[in-house]
């Protein structure tokens, strides 16, 4: 195991409505990455935190926001949801700096959007 | 220009077989070469990676093959296991911003491997 806990682990959602995603990043790591993965795809990069700022963002709308907190924990936040949004979400925390350092993946949140 | 392909999208191979995942890219930028394991209801898990200054790298059964002038990588596992049966994905990572943070992965679209016994 990672260290790297995401919560809740299933969620479904209609249509239309908000959602909320949660990642504890794990210990001494201070930056946090967002991925989508849909079914039988690999993961998409939507965004990553450093410090509590968005250090750069993937090919996804607005509607798709974040936040990370002093404690370096993190939230995906998903508005309007669209059916092509169930995907399963993963965050992947590291240590940060420009080294190329490995990415510690989370065992996910499976977002179903009826 | 963002892109990783990999193939193939699946194989099977008996066990004691070497199975044979292959990648490529386009875009040079690309700085660090990984590669992940995924196991069913699980988040994907280092298994080895490599930079593009080294041709080769191995690590037990596990060897990643690295061609920079044709922009191609692969994955060779020996011996092959039962237990090695999951999904591969092959990524490439670059950096962010130029100060702090980290990088960002590019992932192929994975293969699912299948190990008989």
């Known amino acids: 195991e990672t260290g790297v806990t995401q919560s809740p682990t299933h969620l479904i959602k209609t249509r239309g409505q908000q959602v909320t995603l949660r990642c504890s990043s794990q210990?001494?790591?201070?930056?946090v990455s967002w991925y989508q993965q849909a079914l039988g795809q690999g993961p998409q990069f939507i965004f990553q935190y450093y410090r509590e700022e968005e250090n750069g963002r993937g090919n996804f709308p607005p509607r798709f926001s974040g936040l990370q907190f002093p404690n370096y924990s993190s939230e995906l936040n998903v508005n309007a949801l669209e059916l092509d949004d169930s995907a399963l979400y993963l965050c992947a925390s590291s240590p940060g700096g420009r080294v190329n350092t490995e990415a510690f993946f989370g065992q996910g949140t499976r977002l179903t959007v009826v | 220009q963002q892109q990783v392909k990999q193939s193939p999208q699946s194989l099977i191979v008996q066990k004691g077989g070497i199975s044979i995942i292959n990648c490529a890219y386009e875009?040079?930028?690309?700085?660090?070469f990984p590669w992940y394991q995924q196991f069913p209801g699980k988040g994907p898990a280092l298994l080895i990676a490599?930079?593009?200054?080294?041709s080769e790298k191995k690590e037990g059964r596990f060897t990643i093959s690295f061609n920079k002038s044709a922009k191609q990588f692969s994955l060779h596992i020996m011996d092959s296991q039962p237990g090695d049966s999951a999904t591969y994905f092959c990524?490439?990572?670059?950096?962010?911003?130029?100060?702090?943070?980290?990088?960002?992965?590019?992932f192929g679209k994975g293969t699912k491997l299948t190990v008989n016994p």
């Open positions: 875009n040079t930028a690309f700085d660090y």
């Open positions: 210990s001494g790591h201070n930056t």
């Open positions: 990524a490439a990572s670059m950096g962010l911003r130029a100060q702090g943070g980290s990088e960002k992965l590019v």
């Open positions: 490599i930079r593009p200054d080294v």
